[in-house]
Structure formats: C-alpha cells, structure tokens
C-alpha cells in the first residue's frame, strides 16, 4: 500500500552542526508534503510545507528538499540547538486532504 | 500558525467506561478534522476524518461504534471511546484544517488515555 517511510530512526548530531533528515514516499501523485516536529508528550508542531511544483524550500533555519525523481524528501536544520531535540515526521497528503506520516526520526543533539 | 486545543490532557478510566475527548480549534473555522492515535515510540495513524454536519469517514480497521465521532460546529470535533479497554489506552491527537482551499493541518496537544 502507500506509504511515507525514514531512513533513520534515530540521528544524534552535536549542538553546532547541521542536521539532515530524510524520507521516502511512494506516491508518485502526492502533490504536498509537510514535516512535523513532535516533542515527548505533545501533539505535532508544524515546521514547514512544500508543494510537487517546487524542489526546494526554505524557513528560519530549515530547507526542505522535494526529489520527485526518486521520491525522496530531506529536512535540513541548520545550526542544530538542543531545542530542536525531538521526534521528526514527514507526512504526504493524500486523497481527501488526510495525512500518512512516516515512521519518524529522533534527534539528538549533544551539547 | 492556527491554535488547536484538546480536552482533557489526560484521562484515567476504568475498563468499560466510556470517555469523551473534545478537539477545539480557537481562532479559526475548521471545515474537516482529523483523529490520530500513537502508541509509543510509534507514528500518527489516522482514525478517521471529521466533516462539519456530515458522517466521519473511518480508516479501515477502525471500528466506528467503538470511536464515535461528532462535528457539530466548525470549532468542535468529539471523540467517544465507548466501552474503553486497555487496549485503547493510547495518545489520541485531533488535527483541524482551515477549509477546503488549506492544506496545512495544525494540531492539538495530544490527550492521554489510559484504561485500567
């Protein structure tokens, strides 16, 4: 069936660097994907979104890059802080505006 | 970004009890909502989706007379776990989408169900 999946489930990185999450769908169709960041015990906080008719995105320290050739999306954080310590999904939007999330990655990051 | 509450936070009930959770969006109208729940160190799967004065649309394997769910306003969605088992224990987390021209879903906080 259709599905979002993570390569990696967890990802420690040390405060300072770059952080590089990345996810695989398979519907070639989905035309909206958005990542999530979930912290322990709350509900999921939007991050940022990107539409198929764009490759790349950019918010306050976070890039997302849309791949549509080989159906693979990546969230880019940028100067990682312990704040930014949590569980990441992307989600793909589906038939009926509902969302199909990926596993997750855990971050890490080590001050 | 849009506000979404939930109520209550957490809920602790005894095994055949049936309890109610309320998903509010504050400052916004929300045609459709959507119901997930998470179990531990899992992902969000979706129950099902709420649509203003029409039937919720169920997920396959999600028994509709065991989660009832109720939009009877464009700021309120309910979820009724009837008949509550230990099973069910879980972290149910409603979603609200601004119309039907938004994507964005923004979340609520998340309630915490736990049957004994």
């Known amino acids: 069936g259709e599905s979002v999946g993570l390569h990696l489930p967890t990802l420690s990185v040390q405060e300072g660097d770059n952080s590089i999450i990345n996810c695989a769908y398979s519907n070639s169709a989905s035309d909206y994907f958005i990542w999530y960041k979930q912290e322990s015990g709350k509900g999921p906080q939007f991050i940022i979104d990107?539409?198929?008719?764009?490759d790349k995105r950019q918010g306050q320290r976070v890039t997302v890059l849309l791949n549509k050739t080989v159906k693979h999306l990546s969230l880019q954080i940028a100067a990682t802080q312990p704040g930014d310590s949590a569980v990441y999904f992307c989600?793909?939007?589906?038939?009926?505006?509902?969302?199909?999330f990926g596993q997750g990655t855990e971050l890490s990051v080590k001050p | 970004g849009a506000v979404v509450s939930q109520h209550p936070s957490r809920v602790i009930c005894k095994s055949g009890t049936s309890v109610k959770i309320e998903c509010r969006s504050l400052d916004f109208q929300a045609t459709t909502m959507f119901w997930y729940r998470q179990f531990p160190k899992q992902s969000l799967m979706l129950m099902a989706t709420s649509n203003e004065g029409s039937k919720a649309t169920y997920e396959q394997g999600v028994e509709k007379d065991k989660f009832l769910i109720n939009h009877a306003s464009l700021t309120l969605s309910t979820l009724t776990v009837t008949s509550a088992h230990p099973e069910d224990s879980s972290f149910y987390i409603c979603?609200?989408?601004?119309?039907?021209?938004?994507?964005?879903?923004?979340f609520g906080p998340g309630t915490r169900l736990t049957v004994l």
């Open positions: 990107i539409r198929s008719n764009m």
């Open positions: 979603s609200a989408r601004g119309g039907p021209l938004t994507d964005t879903q923004y």
């Open positions: 989600a793909e939007k589906m038939k009926g505006g509902k969302l199909i």
